[in-house]
């Protein structure tokens, strides 16, 4: 029952930014926004989170919307080591669980 | 500074057999997940730990399936009898209580179960 909806794949070239949208037409107002990402043979990755605001990391910047339906995930320079699966997931922020549930993802494939 | 380690790595064994899935979360943290992993389902929540105490264990897919938290750093996945649809990559993960904290993976247990 994930509250996200992601395109299933993207390709991005090696150098340019990829953008990873994520549609949460359906989320409350205190629940955050979570990005991981799952590289080949590997558990999942956290990339970064949020609940309104624009957030940046060492790894990615994310853009939430100002209605909170839909954001971006931005890798500005991707590179070959960026191919994964990407997954949006929208956390509960009410009652005593913390846990993650995780959609079907976008498969993003960095070309060089 | 460790992350979340599991083992066995890889495991293979007949169908009957009973399998335990091993877990260390971070030090310090205190709550932990276990997941699995399959072509067919993604990733499904199993079962989730606060404090040592099952908290959320609708994920459990039958009661072949059990899981422990004897302490705040160990826990343990067991599957008794083992079937080949058991198959999968189980993954634990752990974070600090909370629902702003980042919860971090381990790198999996893949079974497989002939």
């Known amino acids: 029952d994930a509250k996200t909806t992601q395109p299933p794949s993207m390709d991005c070239a090696e150098g340019r930014a990829a953008n990873l949208p994520c549609n949460h037409s359906?989320?409350?107002?205190?629940?955050?926004v979570y990005w991981y990402r799952q590289i080949h043979s590997q558990g999942p990755q956290y990339i970064i989170h949020?609940?309104?605001n624009n957030e940046t990391n060492e790894m990615a910047s994310l853009i939430i919307t100002e209605d909170r339906k839909s954001s971006t995930l931005i890798l500005p320079h991707a590179t070959l080591r960026d191919t994964a699966v990407y997954y949006c997931?929208?956390?509960?922020?009410?009652?005593?669980?913390?846990?993650?549930?995780f959609g079907q993802g976008t498969t993003l494939q960095v070309k060089p | 500074d460790a992350g979340v380690i599991q083992s066995p790595r890889h495991e293979v064994t007949e169908m009957g057999q009973e399998v335990t899935l091993r877990c260390k979360p971070i030090?310090?943290?205190?709550?932990l997940f276990w997941y699995r992993q399959t072509m067919m389902r993604g990733l499904e929540l199993l079962i989730y730990?606060?404090?040592?105490?099952?908290?959320?264990d609708s994920g459990m897919p039958e009661d072949r399936f059990s899981a422990k938290m004897p302490n705040a750093s160990f826990s343990t996945l067991k599957i008794q009898p083992s079937e080949p649809r058991d198959s999968a990559v189980y993954f634990c993960?752990?974070?600090?209580?909370?629902?702003?904290?980042?919860?971090?993976f381990g790198e999996g247990s893949w079974l497989t179960v002939v």
């Open positions: 993960a752990s974070s600090f209580t909370g629902l702003r904290n980042t919860i971090y």
């Open positions: 359906t989320i409350s107002g205190n629940e955050y």
């Open positions: 949020g609940l309104k």
């Open positions: 997931i929208v956390r509960p922020s009410s009652g005593n669980t913390g846990k993650l549930i």
């Open positions: 030090s310090g943290h205190n709550s």
């Open positions: 730990f606060n404090n040592n105490v099952p908290i959320d």
